[in-house]
């Protein structure tokens, strides 16, 4: 497939410039698969304002992103405050929107709070993964701080996911320590690893970029420049998980026994086709 990883940098609060931002990275990528941002529908600062700008996944921002999806022939991977429908609950979600229509989403299992990060003041915790299974293949999805918990990454790869589809807003000072854990992830589960970062400045946080395509065996498929807007294309073939796998056994040496003492089973919901 080819895959576009968009790292652009979303104008808080004004949803309608950054779909146009959006939709124009689609047309110009020509990707099977485009990836953008954590919470870029809004901007990651919008702060008090994700109470008004959230939406659920039937809203208006994931109708007009189907659109795109159709028009293009993409799948379509993009961040945005969820409210939850019937509630006033906000989750920091993770949207799959592909191009018959279908939609999934995964809600942050992990919300930063911590430093600069003020998630858990605006947003509650997913409780389960969501694999979406694709005519590309089976992909998993995750936002930023998840990466760090690597029993999520192994319980996708342990449940058949072909991919991992990671969206983040990482600012300049998390940058070093993603470009070790991303390879890592890809490694340890022979799976490519595709992440999408934001750049720009919102309110006092610096977002460097680092958004990059890694293969399951840990190559460099591909690396944004820091710093600037730019959209990094990368074919992955999943063929090459098969190879990686084999040369690399870590999954078929798994032992459940051993794993599930530390982390304990996580709930994958799978999306079908």
């Given at each position: 497939m080819r895959a576009a990883l968009a790292q652009l940098a979303p104008a808080v609060g004004d949803k309608a410039k950054n779909l146009r931002k959006l939709e124009k990275a689609v047309a110009g990528s020509?990707?099977?698969?485009?990836?953008?941002?954590?919470?870029f529908l809004t901007g990651y600062m919008a702060r008090d304002a994700f109470a008004r700008l959230a939406e659920p996944v039937d809203g208006a921002?994931?109708?007009?992103?189907?659109?795109m999806a159709e028009e293009h022939g993409a799948h379509i991977v993009?961040?945005?405050?969820?409210?939850?429908?019937?509630?006033?609950?906000?989750?920091?979600?993770?949207?799959?929107?592909?191009?018959?229509?279908?939609?999934?989403?995964?809600?942050?299992?992990?919300?930063a709070n911590f430093g600069p990060f003020e998630e858990g003041l605006y947003f509650g915790r997913g409780d389960a993964l969501t694999l979406v299974d694709t005519k590309l293949g089976?992909?998993?999805?995750?936002?930023?701080?998840?990466?760090f918990f690597p029993e999520l990454a192994k319980a996708y790869a342990l449940q058949g996911a072909d991919l991992l589809a990671i969206i983040s807003a990482s600012p300049a000072t998390s940058k070093a320590f993603f470009d070790r854990i991303l390879p890592a992830r890809a490694i340890e589960n022979a799976l490519p690893v595709l992440y999408a970062n934001l750049v720009g400045t919102e309110l006092n946080v610096v977002f460097q970029g680092g958004t990059q395509a890694i293969g399951p065996r840990g190559e460099d498929l591909g690396k944004a420049k820091d710093f600037v807007e730019d959209v990094v294309t990368a074919d992955v073939d999943l063929r090459d998980v098969r190879t990686a796998r084999a040369f690399r056994p870590t999954l078929r040496d798994t032992r459940k026994d051993m794993w599930e003492a530390v982390a304990p089973p996580v709930p994958v919901r799978e999306v079908g086709r």
């Open positions: 020509r990707a099977d698969l485009v990836l953008a941002g954590e919470l921002a994931v109708k007009a992103v189907r659109k993009f961040g945005m405050p969820e409210r939850e429908a019937g509630t006033r609950r906000l989750f920091n979600t993770s949207v799959l929107v592909a191009p018959d229509g279908r939609v999934a989403a995964y809600r942050k299992v992990y919300p089976k992909i998993g999805l995750l936002i930023c701080y998840d990466t």
